[in-house]
């Protein structure tokens, strides 16, 4: 008789948080819709990126990224959790990525709400540091194209209307820890 610790599974900690992460993206939209589901997975991405931002400023010793920094930095946190994000370009109004691989694999298939983490993770890094970001979701593998391009606007009506807008508050200096989102 073969016991459990014997067989082989593909069970390990990042398919199983992944899975996780999935499923409880599938409950909120099919319970409260889709739109919702992306505002409460927005919640989770601001404190990540809140988070992962402090972790790079501290490490860098500094109190603000400049937008090259921010850039490298958006590229960088996605490769330590096996994304594939690299900068397509960069000037003083955007910053345009495009990836080849989603960290959540093929849990993120059919998942549009998951993609609210890179957008806040992205918004909020660039908005803590620059002041302001509107992140665009152009192409996305959860809508299954072939890979994503995500535009990170960092100038106030310089992109479409159809992105999410990121905030620092006025009266923190940049690096501060308040960041708010405001869905367009």
Known sequence: MEHPVDVKIDLDRDLFLRTLVRELATSLESVIGLDEASGYISLVGQAVGTQIDEMYLKALGQDH??????????????????????????????????????????????????????????????????????????????????GCRVVVHLVPGAGPSTGREYFVATDLPLGGPDTGTVPA
């Open 65 to 146: 990224l400049s937008p090259e920094q921010v850039a490298e930095a958006l590229v960088d946190l996605k490769r330590r959790i096996k994304g594939d994000f690299f900068v397509i370009e960069q000037d003083d109004t955007k910053i345009v990525l495009g990836n080849r691989a989603c960290p959540f694999a093929e849990k993120v298939l059919g998942r549009e709400s998951m993609c609210m983490m890179t957008s806040n993770v992205f918004g909020t890094i660039a908005a803590r540091n620059l002041g302001y970001a509107s992140v665009e979701l152009q192409e996305t593998i959860a809508r299954g194209d072939s």
